[in-house]
């Protein structure tokens, strides 16, 4: 078993603003930081490898969301800072996500979905994750 630990740059986000309460709200998502721990095992016989299987273990992402006050009411603004969330100067609200893959987030637990393939050259490694607050799911590519 071999493992690796893959920063990833290519993050989509989905349906953050509905788990938050407030669905026609468009948050904004910056300052990503994330990365895949994952393994690769090779099944090996006498006559050569059976199998090669990837397996993750962990995905870990850090990431700012924002969105304009002005346009808000306030019952919207008062979901997004019960959801974390911190008015600056009346003009915007923003807040911090950590998601752990194998943690609990809002008491739901995430599901992974491996996408990670051998490309034509034998290059394997995860370059995009996708993630779903509507399904708790997170989708590395």
């Not at 600056?88 to 950590?98: A, L, P, Q, V």
């Not at 987030?105 to 993630?131: A, H, M, V, Y």
Request: hydrophobic residues 40%.
């Amino acid at each position: 078993m071999i493992q690796f630990n893959s920063p990833i740059e290519d993050i989509t986000v989905y349906g953050l603003s509905k788990m938050f309460g407030v669905p026609d709200v468009d948050l904004d998502i910056r300052k990503i930081n994330a990365y895949v721990d994952w393994n690769l095992e090779h099944e090996a016989r006498s006559w050569g490898i059976k199998s090669t299987s990837i397996y993750i273990t962990k995905v870990v992402c850090l990431f700012e969301w924002e969105t304009y006050a002005d346009d808000l009411i306030e019952e919207e603004k008062a979901k997004l800072i019960t959801a974390g969330g911190k008015e600056y100067r009346g003009n915007t609200i923003s807040g911090t996500i950590e998601i752990v893959s194998n943690k609990k987030w809002n008491e739901k637990e995430w599901t992974i979905s491996n996408n990670i393939s051998f490309r034509g050259t034998g290059l394997c490694c995860p370059q995009e994750i996708e993630i779903n607050f509507e399904l708790m799911e997170i989708i590395v590519f």
